[in-house]
């Protein structure tokens, strides 16, 4: 009998390992875990998003069994589109998750095509020789699960996005008992979430929120605005509760949020009498002391509901001295100046400004290190991957585990596009396979590399100069002044003599140099002019045109 | 007789409020505090740094009675040359700071000009109606002191950056005598540091770090690298301090971390017995277990050691296995996806990575909310001014103010540029002086405008795109086929169908359209195509050459 093999991939390039999509093969057989999308830093320049390279898939799309996604988050969800375009399989998701995955496929006019199948957190579905059983898992979105899949090659287990809360807000704590039950099966590996490794201690339960707000309300004497995500339902859930607890009605604000709202009260998501639900034209006409707004924005976003009233460009309505408003939330990493401009332009329009740390109004969805080794502590994994992290992350979470008694040779800590190979039940980390990431740019998917973003990067840092000169045909002089524009280089109004003085350069190049080098010439003079005069390098652009 | 009016003015735009510099006016007497710049933000396209427009201090140039600077970070000195060619009134500071200062005159060649008076903690100087004492305070570089300032209207006290460390590692505490005997003599006004207004509790002393230092110098089997700024001299001095304890010998690496030193070992500031010494080219023939190097780049610059590390782009030497890298020090705000990109890479290189919260291998420089009460009920002033801190600092700080039972109508929150005046001892605030902040970049000091950064914003999200036509003089028919360049906006050897259909367009409007108007409708009509086959926008220039 020959050994069949598993093997699990990361996919995507530097950044969270497994974390947007993962890869799971036994023989012919594929199993495919998320399908997100990660968003751009800071300096890659004009990108909208980033995808994982799927191409390691792309030969294998007919063995693909199924899509499996763990919850409703954009990090999770948010390349479904890309994904079925290349790989039309089945796909199964929660409620909640099925529902955010339908607003994004019928946007892209893609619902009808899509095979979305329901499954429920305690149910098994049979993917080819996969049994996947999905348990459930406390989130910042409701409705997230974990999965236990069962392979001829041994048990796997997916942690999802997870914490152990006790109090969550939906009453629905993480399924210890399936945690354990499993562990008692013997697990083979367990992949986990890492995102909060370098954190000590417990991550606080969403019901240190309840009392947060309670505080807040009882002290405000206007209105209240709470900035949260729009996918955070259970935050939703929270702010209707406290607005009914202190005599508010309560407003949502912004498309995203009235949408998920609605959608998350039709599935039972949330639930908020319709009593208590105002518009926001209704609220915009009550006392100041009766409303409660839920905005987005909490990121910063200059087009977001709290981006433009911090900035006085709300069109339905602006904030008033006596407004409060409560930033639950953190900000990603990389969004920290933006969130904090923000608050500083919130406070200078007058309002009270309440966010973590001042005040308890916002707690992590995902376990700290106390939670992770309980995790272990229940799976008791042969083999144990970190994934869902930085590198950093992976790192801590590996030195959690060997405090735990895990020997290091248990432990893979691998980059995206790594193989890890189960062998007869012996783990083996193996090469890389070719990926990365995909950048996603208007509706550009992947043309942007490395050559435009230096590009964008160089025009970003120094602007352009381009030069437009006539040339005689005959003897080759200048037949009119030399023209000159620059964008993103200098203020022209105040550089009309830097001008005069690179027309002048242009005019004696002109004379001395022989037209075949001209365009060079000028392009490397006038870089090296302009360098010596302002100690900037923008791009320089020469284009000449001959007549007789 | 006439009451002589007090004025203070913090200068600056939207940022940290008299944290770069500030005026004290008194009569026809001037005098100013801290000369520094501000680092730009990550959306501050191509800018080198920030300085406060000290156009309102222009006209009262001659009144100016000195500039006292109260410690040497580059937020308190960054400016001095551009104010020096503004103001040539005598600088005050300390030993350390003064060389500082030094040492950026100097670059500069204004050294000679300059009007540098040395002074030590405890002594006081008299400028003009002010007199000026010097004490002593913690921060995370030494020498730092806060100004006692007796003027005609009355005592103002201003912290300085600080902290109240029991234990600092040169043995010198913040003045609690001097704090206690201002005081005792009745304060106007306090301007107090306001940074970390939002951290709860006490800054943890120095000395925490020692014990972190030693625990990971037990456990290093091979070379130990450690990151922090070259101005962080109290830590080079730990660091030497742990590597004696460990038997190892320190090599400073890195231009900055070698003169800082050298200046500090010649001032008296850094005490280190040359056998300890090493220079980096022995360091590198040593066995790593008897090496530690001190280098800069923790902030994840590129061109840093440790980001030309974690690259692999470091000339003199490389990473190895079992090297243990600790950051010592914490993300500046806006840094953090470089500095979490650098961590990531060094582990990737195979190196063990230590940075808080892993381990507290970093402690702040800035009072906490404890220390900020304290500070308080040390000097109860008449009248509270927070200062050094974001508007959302400020205003947190003014709560603490107000819980331990400073009124509110004693509590002056301003921004940048605000007339805050004391009329026979009761402050006023007052309106706002025209002012804001001025770009550096490059050579070019206030030229980058809003329209020029509106420009690279641009350029950085789409790029550009160039067409040349020329045209027939008599009928204005295209003499030869279009030229189209871009950059930033595609990858142009994927995009030739796009530019070959924008060509098309571009003629068949040069066929249609009347030639005055060519230009224009040419911009508009690629401008729109582009964003309907790309949606991206790029900027579409065009220029027309014509002959017969």
């Not at 023209?483 to 002109?510: C, M, T, W, Y």
Request: proline share 5%; with cysteine.
């Amino acid at each position: 009998m020959t050994v069949k093999t598993l093997r699990f991939v990361p996919l995507g390039g530097l950044g969270e390992v497994g974390k947007n999509m993962m890869s799971l093969e036994y023989g012919d057989n594929v199993l495919v875990v998320d399908t997100g999308i990660m968003f751009p830093e800071n300096d890659m320049l004009g990108i909208d998003y980033i995808i994982p390279d799927f191409g390691y898939l792309k030969d294998k799309r007919d063995k693909i069994r199924g899509i499996v996604v763990t919850h409703g988050h954009e990090d999770h969800t948010g390349a479904i589109r890309h994904v079925l375009e290349e790989i039309p399989a089945p796909i199964y998701a929660t409620p909640l998750t099925r529902g955010l995955l339908e607003v994004k496929l019928s946007r892209g006019g893609m619902l009808k095509g899509a095979k979305l199948n329901t499954v429920q957190a305690g149910e098994r579905v049979k993917l080819g020789p996969f049994e996947v059983e999905f348990f459930h898992v406390c989130h910042s979105i409701p409705d997230g699960v974990g999965l236990g899949i069962t392979t001829p090659a041994g048990l796997i287990v997916h942690s999802g996005d997870y914490k152990f809360d006790h109090t969550p807000v939906d009453g629905k704590p993480t399924d210890f008992g399936k945690l354990g039950e499993l562990g008692g099966r013997g697990v083979l590996a367990l992949l986990a979430d890492s995102t909060n490794a370098d954190d000590p201690g417990w991550t606080p339960s969403e019901a240190v929120i309840d009392g947060a707000f309670d505080q807040i309300f009882r002290q405000a004497k206007g209105r209240i605005l709470i900035g949260t995500f729009a996918s955070l339902i259970s935050r939703m859930q929270q702010a209707a509760e406290a607005a009914e607890r202190h005599g508010r009605k309560l407003a949502f604000v912004g498309t995203s949020m009235v949408e998920n709202a609605k959608m998350a009260r039709n599935l039972g998501y949330l639930q908020v009498p319709d009593s208590l639900i105002v518009s926001l034209d209704q609220a915009l006409k009550m006392k100041p002391a009766d409303v409660v707004l839920m905005c987005t924005g909490t990121q910063g976003e200059p087009s977001s509901i709290l981006g433009r009233l911090s900035t006085g460009t709300n069109r339905s309505f602006d904030l008033r001295p006596g407004d409060t408003v409560l930033l639950s939330s953190h900000p990603i990493p990389g969004n920290e100046e933006m969130v904090h401009r923000t608050i500083n332009r919130l406070f200078h329009r007058g309002a009270e400004v309440i966010y973590d740390p001042i005040a308890p109004v916002h707690v992590s969805g995902h376990a700290s290190q106390e939670e992770m080794k309980l995790l272990l502590q229940l799976i008791k994994p042969k083999y144990f991957i970190p994934i869902h992290g930085e590198l950093r992350h992976l790192k801590q979470h590996a030195g959690l585990a060997r405090e735990i008694g895990i020997e290091s040779e248990r432990i893979a800590v691998v980059e995206n596009g790594t193989v890890i190979e189960f062998h007869d039940g012996e783990m083996v980390v193996g090469d890389r396979v070719p990926g990365g990431y995909v950048f996603v740019d208007g509706s550009g998917v992947g043309d942007i590399g490395p050559r435009v973003m230096r590009e964008r990067e160089a025009l970003a840092r120094d602007g352009f100069v381009v030069v437009h000169l006539s040339l005689d045909r005959q003897n080759g002089s200048i037949r009119r002044d030399p023209e000159i524009v620059s964008k993103g280089f200098v203020f022209v109004r105040d550089a009309e003599q830097l001008f005069e003085q690179a027309r002048a350069q242009v005019r004696e190049l002109a004379g001395r140099v022989d037209p075949s080098d001209l365009k060079d010439q000028i392009e490397q003079e006038l870089g090296r002019f302009f360098y010596a005069e302002t100690k900037r390098r923008p791009m320089v652009l020469v284009f000449t045109s001959e007549a007789p």
